[in-house]
């Protein structure tokens, strides 16, 4: 049994871990990155915990824990200690900031840098204290698995908009999203059952059970194609490291197929790390702001690029899955360059995460909110609720995304950039 003094050593190593949290990682924010570490300490000095009126109640919670809690044996120091810094970061009450073990901090690593992990393949959100699915990737487990009891005419696979009550018959409602996405991952070959609600407009909410295997996912971010034998389309599902060099490529092969008007697809993309969509707007944009970074103490910073600009017409596709990184990407072409935004209401993601590292053996870290964004012309999109596009068409239950014949935001972006062309 530790004694009081020794309780108090341990209670300090978490103040020298808090300490460590406030110290700078790079010069530029990132989203969801994984920036190298400094060690310098930030400029806003964390007020010491034994200063504060409640810390003698933190420590006597410590004491009573490790001294009467029935199951000793499953409680240990650096248990608690955990628990403490998760509990910190779910008291700042921010959906976005999050604590990572060892374990999802790798997670992170392999999703935000090489657009790989084991899983489903699927991008989720808190929405209204329910983890919500954002994007069911592509050809994925998460997008092509039918749920118990589905029916030939029933579509497979998790939509967005959907609500997550259960992992593998564990209540999730309330959780952090990091903390559900790590009971969704897991080793490939391996079942996960995900319970579901599904909106069913007037008549409410429908309750569906997904067994679900998981495998290797490499999150496919870039596709393209053409319509009409000369209108280019390129499709961005999320902001990866690889993204800026697959869009690179996709756009070099459309321009040799002959495109004269290109339509960026950037519905159901749930963002990424801020750089690689500055490098990705690099490619369509004149020298000059793509963000506007406003920090805790009001002070802005202007984010640009200097590319040679893009000079063939575009019209950018969104909707209410479209958020952070892509609503930087589409304010700033709709303020910059003109482009004409169609689908409907974004997000409204408008805030900079950076990842921090808590020890220095870069095994555990936390994500936290550090910066608001706004578009080059001022626009706040967390405040105002997303970009409200120029041209606002709905989508239906049935429609199907990429066709034309039966995705009208698709057709009539497709009737808007050939107007815009002149033909």
């Not at 006597?60 to 499953?74: H, K, P, Q």
């Not at 990407?329 to 689908?343: E, Q, T, W």
């Not at 009539?412 to 002149?422: C, D, F, P, T, V």
């Amino acid at each position: 049994m530790l004694t009081p003094a020794q309780a108090i050593l341990i209670l300090l190593a978490v103040v020298l871990t808090v300490a460590a949290i406030v110290f700078a990682m790079t010069e530029t924010a990132v989203q969801d990155g994984l920036p190298e570490p400094v060690t310098e300490p930030g400029e806003n000095a964390a007020p010491s915990l034994e200063e504060y009126e409640n810390y003698d109640e933190f420590l006597r919670a410590y004491e009573l824990i490790m001294e009467n809690y029935v199951d000793s044996g499953e409680v240990t120091p650096e248990s608690l200690m955990r628990g403490a810094i998760q509990g910190m970061v779910q008291g700042i009450g921010d959906p976005y900031s999050t604590y990572f073990d060892a374990s999802a901090l790798e997670d992170l690593r392999r999703r935000t840098l090489d657009g790989q992990y084991s899983g489903i393949g699927v991008s989720v959100i808190d929405i209204d204290g329910y983890v919500t699915v954002m994007v069911p990737f592509s050809g994925t487990p998460a997008a092509t698995t039918p749920f118990e009891g589905a029916g030939e005419d029933d579509e497979p696979g998790l939509r967005s908009g959907d609500r997550i009550l259960e992992v593998d018959g564990v209540d999730v409602v309330g959780m952090s999203t990091e903390h559900v996405a790590e009971l969704i991952r897991g080793p490939a070959g391996e079942l996960v059952e995900i319970r579901v609600e599904r909106s069913q407009g007037e008549m409410g909410w429908e309750e569906l059970l997904f067994p679900i295997e998981r495998r290797e996912i490499e999150i496919p971010t870039v596709e393209s194609r053409v319509f009409e034998s000369d209108l280019g389309y390129l499709s961005i599902s999320q902001f990866t490291a690889q993204t800026p060099e697959q869009v690179a490529s996709h756009l070099a092969e459309l321009e040799e197929a002959g495109i004269v008007g290109l339509l960026i697809d950037l519905r159901s993309n749930p963002g990424g790390t801020l750089e690689e969509s500055i490098e990705v707007a690099d490619q369509f944009l004149s020298p000059g702001p793509v963000v506007i970074t406003v920090d805790r103490e009001g002070e802005s910073t202007t984010i640009g690029v200097d590319g040679p600009g893009y000079s063939l017409p575009m019209i950018v596709l969104v909707d209410g899955f479209s958020a952070s990184a892509s609503e930087i990407i589409a304010g700033a072409l709709r303020d910059r360059a003109g482009v004409v935004l169609v689908g409907e209401r974004t997000f409204g993601k408008g805030s900079v995460q950076r990842v921090y590292y808590l020890d220095r053996t870069q095994t555990t870290g936390m994500k936290i909110t550090t910066q608001r964004y706004l578009t080059p012309s001022g626009y706040s999109i967390e405040e105002e609720g997303g970009l409200v596009p120029d041209v606002e068409v709905p989508w239906s239950e049935g429609d199907i995304m990429g066709d034309p014949e039966s995705d009208p935001q698709l057709r009539k972006a497709l009737e808007l950039l050939r107007e815009s062309i002149g033909d």
